[in-house]
């Protein structure tokens, strides 16, 4: 230990000094605190001048249940369901033309709209479900009044349903609650949908759709609406989906289509893939707000190269590409937001999205490779091998989930690759595997003294003797090679325990050990010539007697580690 310098003890006396002064007029205060107390008490209370202790109230709970709320949103329910009935056997008894049918609706959400401005200062609930009802009715009067009876022409209805989502947004932002701007999100992406005519032009479509987008966006910056969000990624995404597969039925040299909604998705995508994020950056949200931005932002550039793949009818190796590409942004996004405090889980999102689009863009660019399991299985070893680094230094979960994940999938391809016998003996396969398996012994020592750690050191045992046994098959060894194998590493492993004192990896090759003999009476003795079969059973019983003497002297010198006792 280094001797400190004469300044450094200096610097120490002196900040005694300043701490013994402030305790001493600590205890001044205190004793004139308490003399000022003793001189003012006050006379005890008598009983009837005692006021009684109210009961505290409770906390409002975040989804408490609104009676008023509830029964509106099913008087609306009822009266759509009435207004159903009584128009379809208004339209079997001839009594209504179409025109009065498509008055009426308009008429009665008119009613509705009105009775929800007048309640809305007081029953904010209420009043948004009466005014939704009365919306939702004037989307169902124009998009009938066009599609259904062909009364008004496709401007005039499109004109009306646009004026509509624009009075759903006013009414969010001026009065009303502003869950209703979903229903204006929804009815106004619908609008092209369903009043939809032959010859539109995609450049006036995209850029309405983005006007709406705009709309509900600036009403969630405002408020934070959670309804609002999802009413933006589920209606947005379906409109776009709509799009790429009617954009599909164009021939492949007319190209202009195909880029219109292509930049107008990236738009999009942009727009709500940063939006939740920058959101919560401003104002704190509940869990819920938090969890809708983490998988907003996450599957935002997943969709975007789905669709994008779709639209322009990518082969495998080009659609790889892409996705590589986009893990490998959102990973330097990840990279570059991790110490940013101002976006709260910015980063966890840009890296569960780099994750999630590198496992399908590895087999898409090397299809048809021969050598792609390998490949595979280097990448994925490596991918868990920086998360497992990542969770190790910053102590992050997420990234620890993602290293599980990653290991996970990369065991099931070495696994799977173990049977296969059509293999070369020690080819690159080989090597593939064993920086799996020292990917695995890494990953435990990392672990520290965990339970995680010890399932990675099991991983670790298994893989390596599903390597040896893979290796061993492909020779001429045959299965008493295989066994001999493993009774190797197993005396290997009981000696170093005995020699070091290390209990658990004692454990490991006690078992293997056992494994091998059980092997040796139920399978070897079916596949293993005579000669051969009594010179291995004499070795490998000598082994194990001396070891067992060993291990008896071991254990009786040796006393049990603290976390082993109470197992």
């Not at 009837?48 to 029964?71: G, K, R, S």
């Not at 009413?231 to 880029?259: E, H």
């Not at 296969?420 to 990392?446: H, K, Y």
């Not at 170093?496 to 004692?506: D, I, K, M, N, S």
Request: neutral net charge; glycine residues 8%.
């Amino acid at each position: 230990m280094p001797t400190p310098t004469r300044e450094e003890v200096q610097a120490v006396l002196q900040r005694l000094d300043a701490l013994e002064a402030e305790l001493r007029a600590l205890r001044r205060q205190v004793e004139a605190w308490g003399e000022t107390t003793e001189a003012e008490e006050p006379p005890p209370a008598t009983p009837e001048a005692a006021v009684p202790e109210t009961a505290p109230t409770a906390p409002q709970q975040p989804f408490a249940f609104d009676p008023q709320a509830w029964l509106a949103r099913l008087g609306v329910l009822l009266i759509f369901l009435g207004v159903g009935f009584f128009f379809v056997y208004a339209v079997q008894q001839g009594w209504l033309m179409p025109v009065v049918r498509i008055l009426l609706g308009l008429a009665a959400g008119f009613i509705l709209l009105a009775l929800g401005w007048i309640r809305a200062p007081r029953h904010p609930s209420t009043a948004a479900v009466l005014a939704g009802g009365g919306l939702a009715l004037w989307y169902l009067s124009w998009f009938a009044a066009h599609a259904l009876y062909d009364l008004v022409p496709f401007a005039v209805a499109f004109g009306a349903a646009t004026l509509t989502t624009a009075l759903a947004y006013g009414l969010a932002w001026l009065r009303f609650h502003p869950a209703i701007a979903a229903l204006g999100v929804i009815g106004g992406l619908l609008t092209p949908v369903v009043l939809s005519s032959q010859g539109g032009s995609f450049l006036a479509l995209n850029a309405y759709v983005l006007l709406v987008l705009a709309g509900g966006a600036g009403v969630y910056v405002r408020s934070g609406s959670l309804t609002v969000l999802l009413a933006m990624w589920s209606a947005g995404w379906g409109l776009y989906a709509w799009q790429v597969d009617t954009v599909g039925a164009f021939p492949a040299a007319v190209i202009t289509q195909r880029l219109i909604v292509q930049v107008a998705l990236t738009a999009f995508v942009l727009q709500l893939w940063w939006l939740p994020l920058w959101r919560l950056a401003r104002t704190p949200a509940r869990w819920l707000a938090q969890l809708a931005a983490i998988v907003g932002a996450t599957f935002a550039p997943i969709l975007w190269s789905v669709h994008t793949f779709i639209l322009w009818d990518m082969p495998d190796r080009p659609a790889g590409s892409v996705l590589l590409g986009v893990a490998l942004t959102c990973a330097l996004l990840a990279w570059g937001l991790r110490n940013d405090a101002n976006r709260p889980y910015a980063a966890t999102a840009h890296g569960a999205t780099a994750l999630l689009t590198s496992i399908p863009a590895w087999p898409l660019l090397l299809n048809g490779a021969s050598y792609l399991e390998t490949v595979l299985t280097i990448a994925y070893t490596l991918q868990a091998a920086a998360l497992h680094i990542v969770a190790w230094r910053r102590r992050s979960t997420t990234a620890a989930l993602g290293a599980h994940l990653m290991t996970l999938i990369t065991g099931i391809i070495v696994w799977v690759r173990f049977f296969e016998t059509t293999l070369p003996p020690f080819g690159a396969e080989v090597w593939a595997s064993l920086l799996f398996i020292a990917m695995l012994i890494a990953a435990a020592q990392w672990r520290g003294r965990t339970e995680m750690r010890r399932a990675y050191e099991i991983a670790a045992h298994i893989f390596a003797l599903g390597w040896l046994a893979r290796e061993a098959a492909l020779l001429e060894w045959g299965m008493g090679g295989v066994s001999f194998l493993w009774a190797l590493v197993g005396v290997i492993e009981y000696v170093t325990a005995l020699a070091r004192g290390h209990r658990w990896l004692y454990r490991y090759g006690f078992a293997l050990l056992i494994l091998v003999g059980l092997k040796l009476l139920i399978l070897d003795t079916q596949t293993v010539a005579l000669l051969w079969r009594a010179v291995l059973f004499m070795v490998l019983g000598g082994v194990y007697v001396a070891l067992g003497v060993l291990g008896q002297r071991w254990l009786v010198r040796e006393t049990p580690e603290p976390d082993l006792q109470k197992s």
